[in-house]
């Protein structure tokens, strides 16, 4: 890919130009934001499931007492 430097500060991709590079760059853009929503998603997911099996545990839990109810 080449660039030529047309004045200055302005640079154009050969191949893209202008119009296709802000298409690129936003395409770009929209995949790093999918990402990192997704990311999130499953962050958010396994804190969820992890909440959710931590609960069950504590509710289903067998208190100390009743596991020596018998030994008496």
């Not at 853009?29 to 504590?58: D, G, Q, T």
Request: hydrophobic share 45%.
């Amino acid at each position: 890919m080449l660039v030529h430097t047309l004045k200055e500060r302005e640079t154009i991709v050969v191949g893209f130009g202008k119009s296709g590079l802000k298409k690129l760059a936003r395409k770009i853009m929209e995949n790093i934001v999918f990402v990192l929503l997704l990311f999130a998603f499953h962050k958010f997911m396994s804190f969820f499931y992890f909440w959710l099996n931590w609960s069950w545990e504590r509710e289903t839990e067998i208190p100390e007492y009743e596991l020596h109810s018998d030994c008496t």
